[in-house]
């Protein structure tokens, strides 16, 4: 027990004298948690480029084109009665939306006709097509309402009631507070997986074979600093920007440990395959956005080909995200993500168990002892 707490110091020593692992592991965490929900701390998008087609070129159509105007989403680029024009410029990305008015657009609302108004958005980013619409949406009730009431005699023609919206989870519908909570669980496992594999390449340089106790050490001491990783950011970075959390605290603190550990295992084991610590940054460097991606955060995992989706959740970080997301954000029970818990546990125990064998009971080849 006295080698195990003397490793355990160590092992904290070489951290902060080690300048790369020292902000991988603990500077990259502090600045992360800063440098993400500044840059969204806006939380919705504006003056999104649109073109309005206007056919029917009438005093209804001016009314919504100026009071879509005044909408801080949306900025009117273009205004044409060209509908293959307004087109070719959503394909090249020089605008996110088309709102058509149609031809005998004024009539259709007097005899009380549904529909006529077309709204085409772009889906290539989901959150600022989302404010087109509810931009261009208010806009055009707004106008609609306006020009009906000197009508409410002639016709029976009455809008639809407006939708309102109730966020469950995301209570501000804004950026920031959708992605920030998902790459935060992300960011423990990088940083882990970076600044661990580097430190035990480091060691293997020098031709390192682990003590048992030294190897449990090393693993107490990075479990410290994850968990304390973890803490802080779903505790103090989302009560700072106000985001959702808190839902199941308990649950929360029975998950952090397991799925560190779960990343503890792997860098220790890509550690073990590693000869020298800058190469560990190359696989950061190709992993960081597929991880992302695969986590089902930016694209749903039911819009992806089925192989995509089983390799997805192969991925312990796809478990940790939508289980952190779960449980800080939703408030499930704990018993909703016990499924995600015992997969985190089983794959952190084989790679432990691996890179036991690795770094403690292998000799090491004669080119790692050199």
């Known amino acids: 027990m006295k080698s195990f707490f003397h490793y355990y110091i160590q092992t904290f020593k070489n951290i902060f004298a080690n300048n790369s692992v020292f902000t991988t592991l603990i500077a990259a965490t502090l600045l992360y948690s800063f ?32 009071q879509a105007s005044n909408s801080p989403h949306i900025q009117i680029t273009t205004v044409t009665d060209n509908f293959l024009e307004a087109q070719r410029l959503v394909q090249n990305q020089k605008a996110e939306g088309i709102l058509l008015l149609p031809e005998n657009l004024t009539n259709s609302l007097k005899r009380g006709e549904m529909g006529g108004i077309g709204l085409y958005l772009s889906t290539a980013y989901f959150i600022r097509t989302k404010e087109v619409g509810l931009g261009l949406a208010s806009s055009i009730e707004y106008t609609l309402q306006e020009h ?59 031709g390192w074979v682990a003590e048992r106790s030294e190897f449990w050490a090393v693993f107490a001491a990075i479990l410290t600093t994850g968990c304390l990783s973890c803490f802080y950011l779903f505790g103090f970075t989302f009560w700072l920007y106000e985001y959702p959390h808190g839902g199941n605290f308990g649950g929360m603190l029975l998950a952090v440990p397991i799925y560190v550990s779960c990343v503890i295992g792997i860098a220790m084991l890509i550690g073990s395959f590693v000869d020298m610590p800058e190469r560990v940054g190359h696989l950061i460097v190709v992993t960081s956005v597929p991880l992302f991606l695969l986590t089902g955060t930016a694209w749903p995992h039911e819009a992806m080909p089925e192989w995509m989706q089983w390799f997805a959740w192969l991925l312990p970080s796809t478990h940790g995200v939508q289980m952190f997301i779960q449980l800080n954000q939703m408030g499930v029970p704990t018993t909703v993500v016990i499924p995600k818990l015992i997969y985190l546990a089983t794959v952190g125990a084989v790679l432990l168990a691996i890179s036991y064998y690795r770094l403690v009971l292998m000799k090491p080849t004669h080119k790692e002892a050199k």
Do not use: C, W
């Open 148 to 206: 009906l009431e000197k009508f409410g005699n002639a016709s029976q023609f009455h809008p639809e009631l407006s939708i309102h919206q109730i966020p469950l989870f995301n209570t501000l519908s804004g950026y920031g507070s959708y992605i920030f909570p998902a790459v935060a669980s992300l960011i423990v496992h990088q940083t882990i997986l970076l600044g661990l594999a580097m430190l035990i390449a480091s060691y293997r340089e020098k």
């Open 35 to 66: 440098f993400y929900p500044t840059a969204y701390k806006a939380q919705t998008a504006e003056n999104i480029p649109i073109v309005i087609v206007d056919e029917e070129q009438s005093i209804l159509s001016s009314k919504i084109i100026s």
